[in-house]
């Protein structure tokens, strides 16, 4: 850790990833501004080293990285923690760089030059629903919810589907199903689940809900090309196709 990066008890901590300097010095102003503890890496080992060493609350990762790029970050960090939220940047602004973000695990995404309002907003939006996801997890009751062929356990982040357990489900595609799941056969809308489940309701994008739809019937549908527990409604959203 930097000299400079003095960790106080008590606050969240960030982690930046950015081998751009001036990307750096503006994170960590304004992170530290609003009160959080502020660690950099400056390329990808860097980065997981100070994931296992420091434990963040949350990353910020670029995706054009000296020694391992961004995404392949991104997806060593989920191989261990299915939970930390992470928000991906990239100066390209191709379509495919948020896809693939999206797709190995990475909670959100932002193309630079990015809004340090807006980059924050995120954050809070982020961690806001860490915070409800860890109440849940630590839990001592048992909490599920039970529908017809799904079963989602709220302490362990799991779900069963026809009796199979699906263990490897992302923080943010559990909170996807479980929004669903609490009110089976009704539609939801995009907009809704992107305010209700990310925590922002003006920031986001819609294409980001819809890419968490199709990683989350990837693990939980037989055959993703005609679902059957996770229904598109053509034009308006998403529902879970069960009964309580």
């Given at each position: ?32 501004k ?6 950099s890496a ?5 980065a ?18 000296p ?52 980059l ?20 001592k ?10 079963t ?28 669903l ?16 489940v ?5 920031y ?7 890419v ?15 679902p ?17």
């Amino acid at each position: 850790m930097d000299e400079n990066e003095k960790i106080e008890d008590g606050k969240k901590k960030i982690l930046a990833v950015d081998d751009e300097d001036s990307i750096i010095d503006l994170l960590k102003f304004n992170i530290e501004k609003e009160g959080y503890n502020f660690i950099s890496a400056s390329d990808g080992e860097e980065a997981l080293r100070k994931v296992e060493e420091e434990n963040p609350d949350l990353v910020i990762l670029d995706v054009m990285l000296p020694k391992m790029d961004g995404l392949a970050v991104c997806r060593k960090i989920r191989q261990t923690d299915n939970q930390v939220p992470i928000i991906m940047l990239s100066a390209r602004g191709e379509e495919i760089d948020k896809i693939l973000g999206l797709e190995i695990g990475a909670d959100d995404y932002m193309t630079k030059p990015f809004s340090t309002r807006e980059l924050i907003a995120r954050i809070k939006a982020n961690l806001r629903k860490a915070e409800n996801d860890a109440f849940i997890l630590n839990s001592k009751r048992e909490n599920k919810i039970v529908l017809k062929n799904i079963t989602l356990n709220l302490d362990k982040f799991e779900a069963v589907v026809d009796g199979k357990l699906i263990d490897d489900l992302t923080r943010r595609e559990f909170e996807v199903l479980k929004f669903l799941a609490e009110k089976p056969g009704q539609v939801v809308t995009r907009e809704d689940l992107l305010e209700k489940v990310w925590g922002y309701e003006y920031y986001g994008d819609i294409r980001t809900v819809d890419v968490t739809v199709r990683r989350i019937r990837e693990k939980i549908e037989k055959n993703t090309a005609n679902p059957k527990i996770l229904i598109t409604k053509r034009g308006v959203g998403y529902f879970i196709a069960n009964e309580k």
